[in-house]
């Protein structure tokens, strides 16, 4: 299912990401993810979550195929050059391969961003602002992923501050306040 | 051990992409040397007695301005952050950046040793100045493993520059004193047969360093972030 939490600054939808994220710790309760607790037993939590984030934790330094070879091996996966490309071709940078990150635009960064993100093959997606930086092609490339990653069996939160292109994507709506969930709507936009 | 070379080899291919970065600290180094050779004035063997002192005082200075540098690139776009999040053994991303600062530490010792023979008129041979640059890799080797450790949890503050030397100059008084020692009983003669003595407290701090800051290094990025 994809989540779409919904609220105005301040009201604690970045800090639910990060700590689904296994960023931080709930200052009170538990959380658990996949049936694992978060305080406790974050690796192999992170196995299955990725984040796409305001900070898209970029190298300047590297090129954007380095970027995606240095992540995969991270994650334990060794990627063929061939399926670099095609991470690279899907969200439209396969020309800018080997240019360095410190000379992309901001949308090309998150481009480069969700590239990295869909390599992973997380079961948990979490999308803070994804639209933010991004043209509409980019725009509609984030709503088909969601819808295809969601066919697929994955679950995506995403806050977002875009109802238009937030609303037709999502299964659910989550409302937040200052911390708390005071709304809930299911197959608000779909 | 994938996980620790693939950081090893980001760290190494990001630190040559910014070469400009390890030629400002060697040149950093290089004046260190030039400046105490001034203050100590002229007297020839004044300056080489003071050499081992002034070798290791250049080593600590010109690592401060290393390991503050080398956790710039990890907080610019959170960076590190997003390592953190990945499923990578905290210990692997320690040792990782801590083989990385040591290596460039490591490689300016040739150069400031070469430098030291030339500035403060040492009469050596090349088996001496191997020597001196043998110690010169383990006392860098000793402030690699503290310096990144306090690195990482100074790296956050607006006060790095200050707080990285204060947090870690009294930590590795240790290897300062064994490294200054034995290089000292490098160059003057060995009659009492104490190198070894000074060698083996240089590498026990250096082992004690590794092992300690490899498992403390969670609590300093962990949470933090």
Partial sequence: ?190 | MSSLLALLSKDLLLEWRERARSLSVLLFAVVTLLLFSFALGPDVETLREATPGVLVLALLLSSTLALNESFRLEREDRALEGLVMRPVSLTALFYAKASANALLLTFLGPVVVALAVVFYSLEIDVATMTRLVGLWCLGAAGLAAPGTLYAAMTSRLKSQDVALPLLLFPLVVPVLLASVKAMGLVLTGDAMNQLRSWLTLLLAFDIIYWSVCGLLFRFAVEEGE
Wanted: one cysteine or more; glycine letters at 12%; proline letters at 4%.
């Fill in chain 1, 1 to 190: 299912m994809a989540v779409w939490l919904k609220g105005p600054n301040g009201s604690g939808k970045t800090t639910l990401l990060r700590m689904l994220a296994t960023l931080s710790t709930p200052s009170c309760g538990t959380l658990e993810i996949f049936g694992l607790d978060v305080g406790r037993q974050r690796e192999a939590i992170r196995h299955g979550v990725s984040l796409v984030s305001h900070s898209l934790y970029l190298y300047p330094g590297l090129t954007a195929r380095e970027t995606l070879v240095l992540w995969g091996r991270l994650g334990g996966v060794v990627l063929e050059p061939e399926s670099v490309v095609a991470a690279l071709d899907v969200v439209g940078l396969a020309d800018v391969g080997d240019r360095r990150v410190g000379g992309f635009s901001a949308g090309m960064r998150k481009r480069l961003a969700l590239a990295r993100a869909r390599i992973e093959s997380p079961r948990l997606l979490l999308l803070d602002e994804p639209f933010s930086a991004l043209d509409d092609s980019g725009c509609r490339l984030v709503q088909s992923w969601v819808r295809e990653f969601v066919e697929q069996g994955g679950t995506v939160m995403l806050a977002s501050h875009d109802p238009e292109r937030a609303t037709p994507i999502c299964d659910w709506r989550v409302d937040l306040a200052a911390g708390q969930i005071v709304g809930l709507d299911r197959g608000a936009g779909r």
